[in-house]
């Protein structure tokens, strides 16, 4: 790899000027640009700026592939290439290629990873990379804007066809890793484009972090109902200004009054962030995992087991128990469901417990960043059952770390 570090003098000379009446023309152009006609203004501002040309590449569903938005080029491997690279670590790479250079910049709104820019140039310097990361940041933001609208967007990332569960729950999904200054949540579901009774969520409001995830009764439509219901009362109570026990009460009540016959399994959480305090709810669910100083902390976050959530009449619970503990900073919790244990090798061998957390642990241990050491764990996950789930598959890990602030 090339170093990408600016030089100490950098500065703009004749050949870096920058026309800034073209530039702002060009951006007016590149907000109002449907998003199939992105890659047109994204070279041109690219050229304004002393850049050479650039194209955008956006990570499919599954983050196995980095899809060009230019529908007459082939996709790129996260796996195995320059532009993987940059996207994996969420830092620029440079590598030569056809007597010049190109500059792969992640393209990241907030804490989520969208994919990357590739800009090629003749040269580089500090005032080039400068410009250069300036442009990813300006484009993450349009993506992020467009992608809420645009049909094209959704379709050209993905590489299989969804699933009508799967299409109506993700719509409820919210971005799969946001994060603050002293906190970061972020989540993977499987099978992507075949999920039915499997749903998370995660919202930070102040400095407060709401982390949720869900397992409905059944793989079908109304599974997935039954998640979109439960996501959407937890929203309209937090929205409210419910706390912990209203936003339960609330997913309980709502579940019971419009699909009576129907439950899920779940844990809600809530993160102080600034003072590190953890209050919980398990609805008949896995119990989350607590993984500190590299370890995990067996049964640190177990309770009594309650009733699941969205039982009516009598056998709907009188209170619910919320429990409470103090975090220390770098830790991890883990929130997952149980098709992820579940999953079977050929030879009928569990994915298993130990497997899973020790998987997270070393991934961490690497230096591995918790968005990219789920990606990886998903996909070793799908790799042991050779990509024929049994179940769906929901994780959903954040992380404290007031050290940042």
Not at 53 to 63: H, N
Not at 248 to 266: I, N
Not at 377 to 397: E, G, K
Request: aromatic share 4%; net charge negative.
């Amino acid at each position: 790899m090339i170093p990408v570090s600016d030089p100490p003098h950098a500065c703009s000379g004749p050949d870096t000027a920058v026309d800034e009446n073209l530039l702002e023309d060009l951006i007016i152009e590149a907000q109002t640009a449907l998003p199939v006609e992105l890659p047109a203004p994204v070279k041109r501002c690219a050229s304004a700026l002393g850049l050479g040309t650039a194209l955008i590449y956006l990570v499919d569903l599954q983050q196995r592939l980095l899809i060009p938005l230019d529908e007459e080029l082939d996709p790129l491997p996260v796996s195995r290439s320059s532009g993987g690279w940059a996207y994996r670590t969420v830092s620029p790479h440079v590598a030569e290629a056809d007597g010049g250079l190109i500059v792969w910049m992640p393209l990241v709104d907030g804490a989520e990873r969208l994919g990357v820019l590739e800009v090629r140039t003749v040269t580089l310097d500090g005032t080039r990379m400068r410009r250069t990361r300036m442009l990813a940041h300006l484009f993450a933001m349009l993506i992020t804007s467009k992608r809420a609208y645009s049909d094209w967007l959704a379709a050209r990332t993905r590489t299989a066809t969804m699933r009508l569960p799967a299409e109506m729950l993700r719509a409820f999904l919210p971005p799969p890793t946001i994060g603050s200054s002293r906190c970061v949540s972020t989540a993977v579901l499987e099978p992507a484009y075949g999920i039915a009774g499997d749903a998370f969520d995660h919202s930070v409001v102040k400095n407060i972090l709401h982390t949720m995830i869900l397992d409905a009764m059944g793989h079908d439509l109304t599974a997935g109902l039954t998640t979109s219901v439960a996501m959407a009362a937890a929203r309209n109570a937090r929205r409210c200004g419910g706390d912990l026990a209203d936003v339960v009460s609330a997913v309980d009540q709502a579940l019971a009054q419009w699909l009576p016959d129907h439950f899920c399994t779940g844990v809600l959480c809530r993160l102080d962030a600034e003072a590190g305090v953890l209050r919980r709810v398990n609805c008949g669910h896995p119990p989350p995992l607590l993984i500190r100083a590299e370890r995990v902390l067996a049964g640190a976050l177990d309770t009594p087991p309650q009733p699941p959530i969205g039982l009516a009449g009598a056998l709907a619970p009188a209170a619910r128990q919320v429990h409470e503990t103090t975090l220390e900073p770098g830790d991890c919790v883990l929130l997952y469901t149980d098709g992820v244990v579940e999953a079977r090798a050929a030879d009928g061998a569990e994915f298993g417990l130990d497997r899973f957390t020790d998987f997270i642990i070393r991934s961490n241990a690497a230096g591995q960043r918790p968005a990219e050491v789920l990606r990886l764990l998903i996909h070793a996950i799908l790799d042991y059952q050779r990509n024929q789930l049994r179940d769906d598959v929901t994780i959903l890990l954040f992380e404290w770390r007031p050290q940042y602030r």
